[in-house]
């Protein structure tokens, strides 16, 4: 019996028991239920032992386990000293550390505040948990690690305009908001050492880089190589919106497979086993210094999958790699499969990377160029698997995204190389970094100049009816049909195992989808998509 068949039962029962928990989702579930699995598990091994095939019932059952188990692990249960008690929108005093990286807007900061006690009728009363400050002051500044006293109102978050925000919190662990009139850093840090001096980084290449560029240069290059996104104005960012390119200031998988392919060209002397060790460490690094957002940590699993197998010189089925890395997320964290769009919609553009590419490869077979015909290909695949989901979930779809994406997505390689190199530069030798931004620059200002001129074409982006669960799953099934008639129509198409280097597409990279404008207040998801 082939171990892909093994793999592919037992990862297929894991994910379909996750899927069907988000309407049964427990703390803990009854013990009759345990006894059963048990059962059942006993009776088929032992006709496992005469029956072959009833080996793959058993693998069957220890992944419905095992998706219980992680259900029952990620859901979230207060107690009396839980810091969301307190959030029943009265003014009081919080005492706690900052536990991430702050997240600086033009008018806002936000804290990801893990609580330690609550100053409640002159009382301090000591508490568990996260929540989340909103400093709309933004003085004076606190770092990732320190101590914190702020005072403000508690409550709990709530969705907005049909976006669940309450639930997008509670996939970070936190349960309640914080709206401050004053905050005070304290002199105590609790922070990770690692997690700092990586923060501390970011931070200079982001101080350094508005040293060599102006706005919004400086900020779209930002988002290239830190993935930070404030300081792009509001009405550039409607235009990254509408043209389907909000991806590129986005991190994804493009930039892990761009440090793959410079470590792999700098270390060519090293056998190709010892190589990824190096290659992975490079990437877990990158993971944390850019935030490990859903679509990061996705593509990092994969490339450092991906790794493994090319070092063990094993052939990489691409399918098992996708399935091998949505159980690792979400035994991690089991509600993005419910609550997360961008989870749910980068997965979506790989399986279209993966599915639907190949089978356009005779509709773009007649474009000479190959890193043309690769970037248009993917970007097409991606959209086509994506499209029924963004109508589903948020209403709009940007119908020049193709042209958009073959037109400045082959500028973000060079851009980021550039701009690494700009800014090592100007640490050894200002003058040095500032004559290559000037290259930098002239590539960025070029990318904003066609996004500026698709965004201001009619129906560029355009608003549609949300559609409905029942409509959107037809969509699929026709999908799924039209797929297997043509691999039947041509049976030597294959499943392109990872996207080909010379795309610029890899990794599984999607679109970003556009918030409401009320949203903006509020910290994002993040790049939910990058194609």
Known sequence: MRRSLLSTVFLLAFLATVFGLQWWERSTYPPWLWMTLTACGGVSVVMGCVVRPAFLVTL???????????????????????????????TLIVHGFVADEPDRRENVTFYDVRADAVLVDNEWRSVTGMLLVRDAKGWPQATYGQEITALGTMEPPKPINGFRYDRYLGLRGIHAILRTSELLPGERNDGNALLASLYRLKGAWERRIDRLLPEPQSALLA???????????????????????????????????????????????????????????AIACFTLLVGASASVVRAAIMGSLALLATGIERKTDGRLLVLWTLFAMLCWRPAQLWDDAGFQLSYLALVGLMEVSPLL???FARIPWPTLRETLQMTLSAQIATTPWIAHLFGRISLIAPVSNLLVVPLVPLAMALGAAS???????????LLVA??????????IRIVWLLAALPYASVTVSELSTPVT???????????????????????????????????????????????????????????
């Open 60 to 90: 069957a059952i220890v992944g419905v386990s095992i998706g219980f188990g992680v259900v029952a692990r990620g859901t979230h249960v207060d107690s009396e000293r839980s810091v969301e008690r307190f959030a029943t929108g009265r």
């Open 438 to 447: 000037y290259g930098t620059w002239g590539i960025l200002e070029l990318a």
């Open 423 to 433: 800014v090592a530069l100007s640490w050894l030798w200002f003058p040095a970094g």
């Open 361 to 363: 490869d005779p509709l």
């Open 473 to 531: 799953a037809v969509a699929y099934v026709l999908l799924i049909l039209v797929i297997v008639f043509l691999r039947r129509r041509s049976p030597s198409v294959q499943p392109h195992l990872l996207p080909r280097p010379a795309g610029n597409l890899p990794l599984g990279d999607g679109l970003t989808v556009v918030e409401p404008e009320d949203r903006r207040d509020h910290p994002r998801p993040g790049p939910q998509l990058a194609v």
């Open 223 to 281: 988002g290239l190589l830190t993935g930070t996104r404030r300081g792009i104005p509001e009405d550039l960012t409607d235009a990254f919106n509408a043209t389907g390119l909000t991806h590129i200031v986005a991190i994804s998988g493009t930039n892990i497979t761009i440090i793959v392919s410079l470590l792999g060209s700098a270390l060519f002397w090293v056998p190709r086993r010892w190589r990824v060790v190096p290659t992975a460490a």
